[in-house]
């Protein structure tokens, strides 16, 4: 992983220093390698200043920029986990930089591309003809944004960006995750404006099919245009269409009339026919995805030479809920039995933590915020003002892996956060990380992911807390989950207002949108502290593999909550051994580490979030 910037001028006589907060977030980003690259060309007259900081994660160290022996420049800031051959030794920038060099047109370029298996973003200066290529894999899963300076006639792609007080009419804007982009420098040079040739995805949705080839995109400057390319080019969509079958007759589970669901009641629903050979195809293509990510480490942390001092290589943002519980229980199969692994359970500080009886009123429940009947009596019963849902969850869960391997190192960290501590971080670094994006929801979860990833609390060992952070640069996250196997309640409500229909069109918009909405901010939030994010839910074999599947096959709405929702998961926790955990409800990650209760409880997730304009 790395971070990568590149500034392109129409013009060389006017240079522009780099922004130096800009400079510093893109660092943290890479702390292995950091190396700036100047391109001025004076016939066209243009210059590309490219700058990339490398996070060393597999194979020999490559500094970025890569140019290779055309004076072709590739900056990539991705992993291939699959689609082009890579040697545990061989570094994957090097790979591709040797595969684009041999191309002379789209036709030879997009192929590659559409190859390659696993998150990326990439800039790719092409000498012979003038080009400037760029973009983001089919899912998003690596943060690229873009600015548009129009007095200096000037374009700005990076992995981060920074907050500026005040109205500033040049605004930072996610590159939209459709397809790959391509300049002409000659052209664009001529006339003094930038047209964007789109090789869109195939497939890639209603985004793309709703714009007009000559139309100019929401929030592009007036010298800017987005076109389609003219020899309808496109990359080979990654996955395999979504299974749209409606059954023809609804049969309903008879499983169960409570609305608390057990273990048993899956013991149940596994046993029927059928249902065993989908949970594990889950399981196999699942856990192949988990390998990649865990296995896909600095030459030199493998086997032969283990991390140092009990060191984890690979970390796990836990809550204890389904989606994190299965990604340790796979890692706990392809990680070594001597490495550990660390658990990152992040908790906001309660402001006023009292130790109460249980008491027969009901509870005042935050708008938007699930009813899970265990958490709700815990939760008057807090003897500790970090003990939030998502803590009592994660140490059932720790339980319940320590029960699935007790010969394993399972680090739970226990990461603690006070409002003083989290007002102070977002000023300093978050409000930089999180934007473009502006919502409460993106300042919540942006601010416990970027808490959690940083790994640093304490752990408790013979009874006694011990100051702790993690060393793993792996961060394995649960995102993709609840978009493809119905996890959020409002799939629920879509279910019942209009059936699987309804459910089926619901599914398809939410991995459409995903990387506006998540993976972006995720990235730069993560990325910040030097750690990769991994994503195995959205590895493109696990989403084919779900794709392929009739919705029925992958959650029951018409059972109850912790159970219906994200079936063959929790079918899926059960035959890996898994206990209470494959049937906890859904709870959204804001409300488990109880940020969303700090600060202003009223306000709703889709509102502008001042906190984060203000820092």
């Known amino acids: 992983m790395c971070g990568i910037f590149c500034l392109l001028r129409l013009s060389t006589t006017q240079l522009a220093a780099q922004d130096k907060v800009v400079y510093e977030h893109l660092r943290r980003r890479g702390p292995n390698s950091s ?7 004076t016939n066209p007259v243009y210059q590309c200043i490219f700058s990339a900081h490398v996070l060393h994660m597999r194979g020999l160290l490559t500094p970025q920029p890569v140019q290779d022996g055309n004076e072709n420049v590739l900056m990539w800031n991705g992993e291939i986990f699959g689609g082009l051959p890579v040697m545990p030794e061989e570094n994957d920038t090097d790979i591709l930089s040797q595969q684009l060099s041999d191309c002379n047109n789209p036709s030879e370029i997009l192929p590659i591309l559409s190859s390659v298996q696993g998150p990326w973003a990439f800039v790719y200066y092409q000498k012979a003809g003038d080009f400037l290529w760029f973009g983001r894999d089919f899912f998003g899963r690596r943060s690229l944004l873009w600015r548009f300076d129009v007095e200096g006639k000037a374009l700005t792609l990076t992995s981060v960006a920074a907050h500026t007080s005040g109205s500033d009419h040049s605004q930072w804007q996610e590159v939209p995750a459709v397809g790959v982009y391509r300049v002409d420098l000659k052209a664009a040079t001529e006339t003094g404006s930038l047209t964007f040739e789109v090789y869109p995805w195939a497939d890639a949705g209603n985004d793309l099919s709703s714009t007009r080839p000559e139309a100019k995109w929401e929030g592009l400057p007036s010298n800017c245009t987005m076109v389609m390319n003219q020899s309808g080019l496109v990359l080979t969509s990654p996955v395999c269409p979504l299974n749209t079958s409606i059954p023809e007759i609804l049969n309903e589970e008879d499983v169960h009339s409570s609305s608390h669901p057990s273990v048993e009641d899956l013991e149940q629903l596994l046993a029927r026919k059928g249902k065993k050979n989908e949970v594990d195809g889950l399981i196999d293509v699942l856990g192949e995805a988990v390998r990649r990510r865990v296995q896909c480490l600095p030459f030199g942390l493998q086997d032969n030479s283990p991390p140092t001092d009990g060191q984890a290589a690979v970390a796990i943002l836990f809550s204890g809920g389904i ?32 130790t109460q009886k249980v008491s027969t009123k009901k509870h005042k429940k935050h ?27 994660g140490r059932a869960g720790l339980k319940e892996l320590e029960d699935l391997n007790p010969e394993r190192r399972w680090n739970f960290v226990e990461i603690n956060v006070t409002q003083e501590e989290l007002q ?33 609390g304490f752990i408790t060992e013979d009874n006694d807390h011990k100051l702790f952070t993690s060393s793993a640069k792996v961060i394995l996250t649960g995102i993709g989950a609840d978009e493809q196997l119905a996890g959020y309640s409002r799939h629920r409500v879509r279910f019942k207002m209009a059936g699987h229909e309804g459910l089926v069109q619901e599914l398809a918009m939410e991995l ?8 972006g901010r995720d990235d730069r939030v993560i990325g910040d502290h030097g750690k ?84």
Request: overall charge neutral.
């Open 35 to 41: 190396q700036d690259l100047t391109i001025s060309n």
């Open 367 to 393: 708008r938007n915020e699930p009813t899970d009947p265990m958490i709700d009596a815990a939760n008057f019963q807090i003897s500790c003002p970090f003990d939030v849902p998502d803590r009592i969850t």
């Open 323 to 354: 989606d994190s519980m299965i990604l340790a229980a796979l890692a706990d199969r392809w990680i070594p039995a001597h490495q550990p692994i660390d658990l990152l359970n992040v908790a906001f500080k309660l402001l006023e933590p009292k």
């Open 532 to 615: 990769e994010a991994r994503f195995p839910y959205l590895d493109e074999d696990v989403v084919s593999y779900l794709n392929s599947l009739p919705v029925w096959e992958k959650a029951d709405l018409s059972l109850p909550r912790g159970l219906g929702e994200k079936l063959l998961l929790r079918l899926a926790a059960k035959e890996l051994g898994l206990g209470p955990s494959a049937v906890l409800p859904k709870r959204a990650m804001q409300f488990g580490s109880r940020i969303a209760k700090l600060e202003n409880s009223h306000e709703k997730a889709s509102d502008k979030c001042k906190r984060l304009l203000t820092g």
């Open 512 to 519: 459409g949108r995903i990387a506006s909405r998540n993976l």
């Open 424 to 456: 102070r971080m977002r000023r300093e670094r978050i409000c930089h990380l999180v934007q473009p994006l502006d919502t409460v929801l993106d300042d919540s979860i942006g601010c416990a992911v970027w808490f959690a990833a940083r790994g640093t």
